[in-house]
């Protein structure tokens, strides 16, 4: 089966723009993450959804946000782009929880 | 305030030698803990995973040894190969299914 797909691969925007990144789950899966990695830093929780719920948020500010859709796939959205949300948002999906959480290849964000 | 730390950000090991990467947290509630693996420009991929109740879990070359008294997990590869060369995130999940991860340990296997 298809595994977790994150489109696009790679963007660059201009700081103060806003950005919306994709994440389609595995077909069955209901959870979706989404997670944020920069070097050093290692991958740091954003938020997760749960049949179209926000059920966990990371210490995120509120300029991420995210949704899901009756199809599971999920969008995350940043407002007002800094040069520090230059990173790799990963996403992953799983039918409950975590465990065994299937990871997309990931989108590349560069803000200049 | 970090909860997963992993404080070897490189190792380099001999292939057919063990690999030993180790990970500290702080809170005594995670349920359960895991171990993913990332190659560049691929997601991370899940290696194997040890709930709180057990103190090992093994899974061919893989085993997680969990010594919750010293709030303390470590991951052994044995023998190590070239293709495990990548970096490892250690994570653990607390009760309301939400995954922390460490800042990586990137293991090179040297042929």
């Known amino acids: 089966k298809a595994g977790v797909t994150q489109t696009p691969r790679y963007l660059i925007k201009t700081r103060g723009q806003q950005v919306t990144l994709s994440c389609s789950p595995i077909?069955?899966?209901?959870?979706v993450s989404w997670y944020q990695q920069t070097p050093g830093q290692g991958l740091q929780f954003l938020f997760e959804?749960?049949?179209?719920?926000?059920?966990n948020k990371g210490n995120f500010p509120g300029r991420f946000s995210g949704r899901q859709f009756s199809n599971s796939r999920s969008e995350m959205n940043v407002s007002t782009l800094e040069l520090g949300d230059s990173a790799l948002y990963l996403c992953?999906?799983?039918?409950?929880?975590?465990?065994?959480?299937?990871f997309g290849q990931g989108t590349r964000l560069t803000v200049v | 305030d970090q909860q997963v730390k992993q404080n070897s950000p490189s190792l380099s090991v001999q292939e057919g030698r063990i690999s030993i990467l180790n990970c500290d947290y702080t809170?005594?509630?995670?349920?359960?803990f895991l171990w993913y693996k990332k190659y560049p420009a691929e997601g991370p991929t899940f290696l194997i995973s040890?709930?709180?109740?057990?103190d090992k879990n093994e899974d061919g070359r893989f085993t997680v040894f969990l010594n919750k008294s010293a709030k303390h997990l470590s991951l052994h590869i044995v023998p190590s190969q070239p293709g495990d060369s990548a970096v490892y995130f250690c994570?653990?999940?607390?009760?309301?299914?939400?995954?922390?991860f460490g800042s990586g340990t990137r293991l090179l296997v040297r042929p």
């Open positions: 809170n005594s509630m995670f349920d359960y």
């Open positions: 040890i709930s709180s109740i057990k």
């Open positions: 994570a653990a999940m607390d009760s309301s299914y939400k995954l922390i």
């Open positions: 077909s069955g899966h209901r959870s």
């Open positions: 992953a999906s799983s039918f409950e929880g975590h465990l065994g959480a299937f």
């Open positions: 959804y749960f049949s179209e719920t926000q059920r």
